[in-house]
């Protein structure tokens, strides 16, 4: 056995008492993929018929942070580094975290989706149910996923109160078929149904919406992917998609204001975090985000922490390797997407967010916080305008230092909520406090060793709150300087259980 399969073999027992010093070379770290190593290819579910690659690439390593030689060169921070599936196993799986995907039946050479359009009530964050427009009972609405050169048919069933329409986005279709309302189609009538009917000759990241402004608000989309005949080069070992939307729903409200320019909802794949479900991948593997702006007037910068990526195609097309741009946070506007690529190659629980300061909160509106009357009630002001009670407000003397009253308060979880956050798979063994630092269009990306991919992702084993985390820095951090997460009231609480 050669010393780079010992000391993979080594690691991987879990022995990591002389970690440390076997990082000191690049490629006693890069031996630490835990069965993701160009020798066992069938660890990361490729194909084992001889497609290899490798941990390093003229100076970028598959398995710790790096920038490469040559910022010219065709692998600087990964940019043309493959992932480890095989190309002749087609795409990787498109996965769009609690959303499903639209079934469909070959019918006449086509293949044939139906489609409802119809209210739906959808969990904002765990007993928060929303009143929203949708399709197929969900909102965002199911996935549509095809492959280039297919013909399509898309029967849309209406069962909203009101006419509607659906529009392709980004497709070039006969006119017929483009859902402009009124402008190319009569609109469909609550309870009738209108077919579209298409080649796909594009391939890319598309999606779907209704063409009513109003129902665009209310949340009316979904994604539309065509893979392309060949797989792209570089092949990605992970596929996944994100909606960003904002809604505005005012306190003691479940219907969003479809009039109002400005929005105190947030949500990614129709879930406000720290109920937004985080992308999980393993430690080398090469990551595809394609991200979709669908806010009806908000842009989003959207950053990665711990990693850079490139931008490798927005809604209209695959950009041309020439033209691919690194970047850690990138300004997505309203009805555009973007797609980012990056190698996984620094492992640990990464923040995913907009970094616009409102989109990182839930419900921020003014009669949230200390700004609540206490013991008033609406009929006292509709009786007595010009002497509305006196607010009295009872709170922290902190809230004494200017600016510090604009902080959110009462936003602590009830039991329940904490429990139905922590039943998710891909949340075990994060930290401890970890749903108190995500709200809004905050998720995260977790880069994880094969063996501790395999414990989350796999298992069945019950795993301790922040125990992953502190395994990730024991392997390749700094385990003397690692503090664990202190626990406040409603950690105790489920805690004790």
Not at 106 to 121: D, I, Q, R, T
């Amino acid at each position: 056995m050669s010393d780079s399969s010992s000391r993979r073999a080594f690691l991987k027992k879990g022995t990591m008492g002389t970690f440390a010093s076997l990082a000191a070379g690049s490629s006693s770290v890069a031996a630490y993929a835990a069965g993701q190593s160009t020798q066992n290819p069938a660890a990361s579910g490729r194909s084992a018929d001889k497609y290899e690659v490798q941990d390093e690439y003229e100076g970028f390593s598959r398995f710790h942070p790096s920038r490469g030689n040559d910022p010219d060169g065709d692998y600087y921070i990964g940019k043309r580094v493959p992932g480890f599936r095989n190309p002749a196993d087609g795409p990787a799986p498109f996965i769009a975290n609690d959303l499903d995907k639209l079934p469909w039946e070959m019918k006449n050479g086509a293949k044939e989706f139906h489609l409802v359009c119809e209210p739906v009530s959808r969990e904002f964050l765990p007993g928060n149910w929303m009143n929203v427009y949708g399709f197929n009972g969900s909102m965002p609405g199911p996935s549509i996923e095809v492959t280039q050169g297919d013909r399509v048919r898309i029967i849309v069933h209406n069962e909203l109160p009101e006419e509607t329409s659906i529009h392709w986005h980004g497709f070039e279709l006969p006119i017929q078929y483009d859902g402009a309302h009124t402008m190319t189609q009569n609109p469909i009538k609550p309870g009738k149904t209108f077919k579209y009917e298409f080649d796909v000759h594009e391939e890319g990241t598309f999606y779907y919406h209704s063409h009513i402004p109003m129902q665009e608000a209310f949340g009316m989309v979904g994604w539309f992917i065509v893979h392309p005949r060949k797989v792209w080069d570089p092949p990605v070992d992970r596929d996944f998609g994100v909606i960003f939307q904002n809604f505005r729903i005012d306190p003691m409200q479940t219907v969003s204001n479809s009039w109002s320019m400005d929005w105190n909802w947030h949500t990614i794949n129709g879930r406000s975090g720290p109920y937004a479900t985080p992308l999980v991948c393993k430690h080398g593997e090469r990551v595809r985000v394609r991200i979709l702006d669908f806010s009806p007037v908000q842009h989003h910068p959207i950053h990665l922490h711990g990693h850079t990526f490139w931008i490798t195609g927005h809604e209209g097309a695959r950009i041309p390797r020439s033209a691919w741009i690194p970047r850690n946070t990138e300004l997505i506007g309203v009805a555009q997407a973007a797609d980012f690529e990056f190698i996984a190659n620094n492992p640990g629980d990464w923040m995913f967010h907009c970094h616009m300061v409102h989109h990182m909160m839930n419900h921020m509106v003014q009669h949230v916080g200390p700004r609540m009357r206490e013991n008033a009630e609406v009929d006292r002001y509709l009786t007595s305008l010009e002497n509305r009670p006196r607010v009295k407000i009872q709170q922290d003397p902190k809230f004494e230092i200017p600016g510090y009253p604009q902080k959110m308060q009462g936003m602590t979880m009830t039991k329940p909520t904490m429990k139905k956050l922590w039943s998710r798979r891909e949340v075990k063994g994060m930290r401890a406090n970890v749903m108190m630092s995500m709200a809004g269009l905050m998720t995260s990306v977790r880069v994880l060793p094969e063996d501790l991919y395999q414990r989350v992702m796999e298992s069945e084993e019950e795993i301790p709150k922040g125990s992953i985390l502190k395994e990730i820095v024991k392997r390749f951090g700094t385990i003397e300087d690692y503090e664990p997460a202190p626990l406040d009231a409603m950690q105790k609480m489920l805690h004790d259980d």
